[in-house]
């Protein structure tokens, strides 16, 4: 498929197609800003640990990119368009929820993604998104 070239490829399902959501196409480029930046325990894959196999590194490549389509929209649910029409709800995840582990440990990078998400996402409302210039009153 040339991905050693490059690019973004979304599924398409009987039901929608993941191109025409635009958190969906969010994600996928925080996807790149993650590989970006380099560094291996955030690019996905899996460890090895005392207990197992540990799909973290995907997972927090996943929160990451989910984070990164939330700021940009400023709505915390992701996959709105594709959700709707998949019948799985207001989106295909969502970072406003008070899950606690192992409540969203699911085992698969997407569910487990949820813990990292949803704190990123509270981490976020702690700091004001818009603030007021002084010379002409407006939020910018």
């Not at 480029?29 to 970006?36: C, K, P, T, Y």
């Not at 996943?62 to 984070?67: C, I, L, T």
Request: with cysteine; proline share 4%; charged share 20%.
């Amino acid at each position: 498929m040339g991905f050693e070239n490059g690019g973004i490829f979304f599924f398409q399902g009987p039901n929608a197609d993941f191109g025409y959501d635009g958190d969906v196409i969010y994600h996928e480029f925080g996807h790149n800003i993650v590989n970006q930046a380099g560094n291996n325990m955030l690019t996905g894959g899996t460890l090895m640990d005392s207990y197992g196999l540990d799909d973290s590194p995907g997972a927090l490549n996943e929160a990451y990119a989910d984070y990164f389509a939330g700021a940009i929209t400023e709505d915390p649910i992701v996959g709105g368009y594709v959700g709707k029409k998949t019948g799985m709800g207001e989106g295909i995840r969502r970072m406003d929820h008070d899950l606690a582990c192992p409540d969203f440990w699911a085992g698969q990078v997407h569910a487990d993604s949820w813990g990292w998400g949803g704190a990123l996402w509270e981490a976020r409302a702690l700091y004001p998104q818009t603030e007021t210039h002084a010379g002409t009153g407006l939020e910018i």
